[in-house]
């Protein structure tokens, strides 16, 4: 180890006292870093000597472990010991041929694991918790598996708090420490403070623990020790990963698949002993029944279903949905009502101020976006903001209450808080010489947030907020430069003029302001109105419309004013037309019980004013409705609402760090779009699992009735070993994978949501399995027997072989959906099947009609009469099973009408 790394090392772990005992100054030095924070290089120089920062490494399995594991299945191992025995009795080549067929079978589950292993790798690392740095005294976003000892770490109310530090700055700064002390109540922090060495952990008020939480103010702290090293690192491991537990779905399939394996392994076994009851020699007949095994008993189904959930939720990753739970994705297609934030999330959160009230004046703001350029103007004339007017207190309230910045015309902090500060700039206002003293961070409850500034001597307190807590908190009000008492007229004409620019679907925010040496929000002086528009995403209109037809609520659930949430709701068709009764605001939702608020919830689309609080409850009412509810959430308070739905959805971009942790789905770009193309993934996965099952229990079904058949009429035996592991192969390996990608049926979105207590297995499906395979047989089996009379039985095993494979090529297309025809699905839009049903004729015409192959796989070239008879067999299959899915169609669709 070099002395540099030596020196971090001890600086960093082996501080020659507690950091808690220590002056900032003095941390800084030992640490080798300063209030800018690290440079990039260096940062990357100390993550390559401590590692990353977590407790442990991600234990993922290797390829060879997971190719292994392939074979660790009791009858694939039974088969290869049968092999082994046919080898040493001289049968050297079907033992081959069957070693090649296993270990190809042994591949294409390989790849189909280690897909999902990598899509559920890639998802872990995109639901990682994130944390704020100061790197060369830049704020800057970064994986909290890449925070090192010395970086400056940036705090705020909702932060993981991703290492231990020691505090420089804290203002009113609560942190819950209970995952480290198991204290409930959140400890105040102070950075002032220099303690004792010995002072006990829950105690430790300068420092801030890896795990545990920010609920309120802000800090800055610099880390002290990462990973295994951290309080939380000696105690317990982080629960940083995604949760991989064993869905419902997978359970439920665990379960069928084990009872359909048990009702295989009994019928193979009867088969096998009724062959040698028929002189079939005993060891031919024994392989032969644990090939029969292998290739009905379904073990794939629980690999196929995570699989399927696991690339699934990858491709939800690409539509900037990441899953953070897999159970979350079956109850994505059953969601019935979604409960959406409306800033940006229905609107594009990109804040602009159009309006100004102040001093009984309405001033216009042009320009647009985050640039200052632009101008106020009064009747259409530039007017530049006076000290001491309202207009002037009403703008500075906006530009120093305030704790977002813009660079490069990019916002860095809340949208909001970047909208008034371009206003103020646009005024050719500065926040030069304003010094920050104290402050009150804005919280849900509140509705607003103060600050106290001093320039010159001179003290101010200034307020922001929603309408109603900045009059709560105002006795006068400014007009013609000053203070005027707030008499309740004029509280009337301040609320009317916020009403008008709601009617505009403008977001209002009011200021207020006052002298003083320290900061209480009492007796300010209200100064004037500031109206922004956040125009609605254009995307979000076709998003409601279909969940509309998907039979999916949309509730929106705001802080705004009502008039603006209706407003806003208009415009994207959420409500035909600007009726309040659509509308529930937070004082109405307290005076309402519970019973009048479920009977109101049926026709309510909006909820306005609320607070976090009010959606847990609303979420507990649709639940007990019997509703499936997705929740979004941004903020620490939101995190109950967002575990009480079936889904919780947190905000990627505005979220923090403890609503992401509580939540089920994250939503890359905060858009309600993103919400609908989740659940249409959703709805997507689960389909195409049901299209394998059909595909893959119908044709194996199929495949046991023509072989008990075969000897109940006392033929030759229909396949032998080889062609039956060989059927398994390109049967159920190629078309698994291509249905597993097929597109979204043309009626996905136009169904009803899935009822959550349904399973897989409804009786439609298990109609159809039965249908299908009967189907099969029936199709097969006379071109078998009829062969078998006249024909060495090598050649009708051969034609029958044949069969099955081309009729597996229409049951894999006609499976693609249980409702709809292949006509109205578009026959061949899944190109991954086309290619397959290609590769499939193509090898098996090389089987039958190349004589080396013959040899090797016990087959014998066919007569292209019998080649056309087969192809006609298995075209024929499809309209007929196209009729039986209209069959039933017609028959659920007048029993639906009959019980209605």
Request: proline fraction near 5%.
């Given at each position: ?8 090392k001890?600086?960093?772990?082996l501080?020659?006292k ?15 870093t ?9 940062a990357r ?10 407790i ?9 472990k997971?190719?292994?594991k392939?074979f660790a299945?009791?009858?694939i191992?039974?088969?290869?010991i049968?092999?082994?025995v046919?080898?040493f009795?001289?049968?050297?080549l079907e033992?081959?041929?069957?070693l090649l067929?296993?270990?190809a079978c042994?591949v294409?589950?390989f ?15 995109l639901?990682?918790p ?5 790197r060369?005294g830049?704020?800057k ?5 890449e925070v090192v000892?010395?970086?400056?770490l ?6 993981k ?7 420089i700055?804290?203002?009113?700064l609560?942190?819950?420490?209970s995952p480290?002390?198991g204290?409930?109540?959140a ?5 002032e403070?220099i303690l ?10 300068n420092?801030?623990?890896s795990?545990t939480?920010?609920i309120?103010g802000?800090?800055i702290a ?10 939380f690192?000696r105690i317990?491991g982080?629960?940083e990963s ?5 869905t ?5 399939i ?6 359909l394996?048990g009702?295989?392994?009994a019928?193979?076994a009867?088969?096998?002993?009724i062959?040698?009851s028929q002189g079939?020699?005993?060891?031919e ?5 644990v090939s029969l095994a ?7 189904l629980?690999?196929?279903v995570?699989?399927a959930l696991a690339?699934?939720?990858s491709r939800?990753?690409r539509r ?6 897999l159970p979350a994705?079956e109850t994505?297609?059953s969601?019935?009502v979604?409960?959406?934030?409306k800033?940006?999330?229905l ?7 159009r309006?100004?009230?102040a001093?009984?004046?309405?001033f216009?703001?042009?320009?647009s976006?985050?640039?200052p350029q632009?101008?106020?103007l009064?009747?259409g004339k530039?007017?530049k903001?006076e000290p001491?007017?309202?207009l002037?207190?009403t ?6 209450c305030n704790?977002?910045?813009?660079e490069d015309?990019?916002?860095v902090?809340?949208p909001?808080?970047a909208?008034?500060l371009?206003?103020?700039l ?6 030069e ?8 961070p804005?919280?849900?409850e509140?509705?607003r ?12 307190i200034?307020s922001?907020?929603s309408?109603?807590?900045i009059l ?7 007009l ?8 309740e007229?004029?509280?009337?004409e301040i ?7 709601s ?5 209002v ?6 002298e003083?040496?320290?900061l209480?929000e009492?007796?300010?002086i ?10 609605p ?5 076709e ?6 037809e ?7 659930i705001?802080g705004?004013h009502a008039?603006t949430?209706?407003a806003?709701?208009e ?7 600007r009726d309040p ?6 004082r ?16 309510t ?6 607070s976090?609080e ?8 649709l639940?007990k409705?019997?509703?499936?509810v ?11 609402a ?8 947190a905000m990627?971009?505005t ?11 994250i939503?890359?770009d ?9 659940v249409?993934e959703?709805?997507?996965?689960f389909?195409?699992i049901k299209k394998y ?12 009735l ?7 009429a006392k033929?030759p035996?229909p396949l032998?070993a ?6 398994n192969?390109?049967?159920n390996?190629?078309?698994a994978l291509?249905?597993?990608?097929d597109?979204p049926?043309?009626?996905?979105m136009k169904?009803p ?8 297995f409804?009786?439609?499906?298990v ?6 395979a ?10 078998f027997?009829?062969?078998a009379?006249d024909h060495?039985?090598r050649?009708?095993q ?5 069969g ?5 090529i229409?049951?894999?297309?006609v ?8 006509l109205?699905?578009?026959p061949?839009?899944?190109r991954?099947l ?7 004729i193509l090898?098996?015409?090389l ?7 013959n040899?090797?796989?016990l ?7 019998v ?8 075209l ?8 039986l899915?209209l069959?039933?169609?017609y028959?659920?669709?007048?029993s639906?009408?009959g019980?209605?």
């Open positions: 180890m070099t002395s540099r790394r030596k020196e971090l001890q600086a960093a772990h501080l020659p507690p950091a808690h005992s220590l002056p900032k100054e003095e941390i800084f030095k030992l640490l080798g300063g209030p800018e924070g690290l440079s990039e290089e260096e120089r100390r993550l390559s000597i401590y590692g990353p920062n977590e442990e490494g991600e234990k993922r399995t290797s390829p060879l997971l190719f292994l392939q299945n009791l009858l191992v039974i088969l290869l049968a092999a082994g046919s080898f009795v001289g049968d050297a033992a081959g041929v069957i067929i296993v270990v042994a294409l589950g790849i189909q694991e280690w897909k999902a292993d990598q899509a559920l790798a890639a998802l872990k690392q639901a990682a994130e944390a704020t740095v100061l060369e830049k704020k976003r970064i994986p909290a598996r000892p010395g970086d400056i940036v705090l705020s109310a909702g932060d708090v991703a290492a231990d530090g020691r505090l700055e804290s203002v009113n609560k942190v819950d420490e480290l002390t204290e409930s109540v400890v105040e922090k102070d950075a403070k004792p060495p010995d002072t006990p952990l829950p105690e430790r008020v420092m801030v623990f795990g939480t920010v309120y802000r800090g610099v880390v002290t020790a990462t990973g295994k090293e951290t309080e690192g317990a982080m629960l995604v949760e991989t537990e064993a419902p779905l997978e359970r439920r665990a379960t069928v698949g084990r009872w394996g009702l295989s392994l019928i193979a009867l088969a096998a002993l062959g040698v079939y020699p005993w060891l007949m024994f392989i032969w029944g292998v290739a009905a008993v379904p073990e794939s629980p690999a196929v995570t699989g690339i699934g939720v939800m990753a900037k949905a990441i899953v953070k739970r994705v994505l297609g969601t019935t979604i409960c959406t934030d800033t940006g999330t609107t594009k959160n990109e804040m602009t101020v309006e100004i009230w001093g009984g004046k309405t216009e703001v042009t320009g976006g985050y640039d632009g101008e106020i009064l009747d530039k007017v903001p001491g007017t309202a002037y207190y703008l500075l309230a906006g530009l120093l704790d977002a910045g813009i015309h990019k916002v902090g809340d909001t808080e909208a008034l371009v206003s103020a646009k005024a050719g206002l500065s926040p010489g304003w010094k920050r003293v104290d402050e009150l804005f919280d849900s509140r509705k947030m103060s600050v106290l500034v001093e320039k010159d001597g001179k003290r101010l200034l922001k907020g309408v109603e807590a709560s908190i105002s006795s006068a009000i400014l013609n430069g000053k203070p005027a008492p707030l008499t007229e004029k509280r009337k609320l009317s003029a916020a009403e008008e620019m009617e505009k679907a403008l977001r925010m009011a200021f207020a302001y006052r003083a040496e320290t209480e009492k007796e300010l209200f100064c004037g109105l500031q109206g922004m528009m956040d125009p995403r254009p995307e979000a209109k998003a409601i419309r279909e969940c509309h998907a039979g999916i609520r949309v509730i929106m705001t705004d008039v949430a209706l806003v709701a415009a994207l068709s959420l409500v035909p037309k009764s659509y509308v529930i605001t937070a109405e939702l307290e005076e309402l019980s519970d019973e009048e608020l479920s009977a109101r919830l049926k026709k689309a909006i909820f306005a004013r609320v976090p009010h959606k847990l409850r609303i979420v507990k009412l639940k409705q019997g509703e499936i997705a929740m979004t959430g941004d903020g620490v308070n939101d995190a109950p967002l575990k009480a739905a079936d889904i919780g959805i990627g971009i979220g923090t760090e403890v609503a992401k942790e509580a939540a089920d789905l939503l890359a905060d858009n309600f779009a993103t919400i609908v193309a989740a249409e959703g709805r997507t996965i389909d195409n099952l059909l595909f893959l229990l119908s044709f194996n079904l199929s495949e046991i023509v072989l008990i058949a075969g000897f109940l033929l035996l032998t080889i062609h039956i592991l060989w059927i192969l390109v049967t390996g190629p078309p291509a249905l597993g990608v597109p049926a043309p009626d996905l169904r949501p899935r009822p959550p207590q349904e399973g897989v409804t009786r439609r499906l109609g159809l399995i039965a249908g299908f009967l189907l099969m047989a029936l199709l097969l089996f006379p071109v027997h009829h062969l009379q060495p039985a050649y009708a051969t034609a029958l072989f044949t099955f494979v081309l009729i597996a229409t049951a894999a297309y499976s693609r959906s249980e409702r709809l025809t292949l109205e699905l578009g061949f839009k899944n991954w086309n290619l397959c049903a290609v590769g499939m090898s098996q015409i089987i039958v009609e190349w004589k080396p192959l040899h090797y796989l087959t014998r070239p066919l007569e292209p009469k080649w056309g008879i087969l192809a006609a067999l298995a024929l299959f499809c309209p007929l099973a196209e009729g899915k069959v039933w169609r028959f659920e669709k007048n639906s009408k019980k209605r």
